[in-house]
């Protein structure tokens, strides 16, 4: 397995534990109370910076466990890289569509902000999820 291949299964694995671990809590914080009236955003920056914090050291611990120079790349890494970043990055766009079409229906701050973070979890996991299948099933 190549290094960029370990790098997109942190990336992948990281965003959905990240992701489930806020959902988790604010669901359980809400307590039949409308959403839009949880406290999220102490919630959505801990997860966050944890999950930042968490691939940064997993890439760190895949990388001394590997072989010396293991993390080479060759013009197939570049050309899967880039293309696992073009799908990722069409979820960033959707979601900051949604989030702009929320402000402008004036909803509340807690839809804006986890539209925009469903999106930046959304590009981690499917960016991923078309690296590895390149990586696996072959790019053209």
């Known amino acids: 397995m190549s290094f960029d291949e370990k790098r997109a299964w942190i990336q992948g694995v990281v965003a959905v534990c990240g992701y489930g671990s806020y959902l988790a809590i604010v669901l359980s914080r809400a307590g039949g109370h409308p959403l839009a009236e949880t406290h999220y955003a102490t919630t959505m920056l801990a997860t966050i910076g944890a999950a930042i914090l968490a691939a940064i050291l997993l890439n760190i611990a895949w990388g001394m466990g590997g072989p010396r120079g293991g993390s080479r790349k060759d013009q197939r ?40 973070y469903l999106a930046f979890v959304l590009s981690a996991v499917v960016g991923s999820v078309a690296k590895i299948v390149a990586y696996r099933w072959g790019f053209q």
């Open 77 to 116: 890494d570049r050309e899967i890289n880039q293309f696992g970043e073009y799908i990722g990055l069409s979820f960033v766009v959707i979601g900051a569509v949604t989030a702009m079409g929320l402000a402008m229906a004036e909803q509340p701050y807690f839809w804006i902000a986890n539209a925009i």
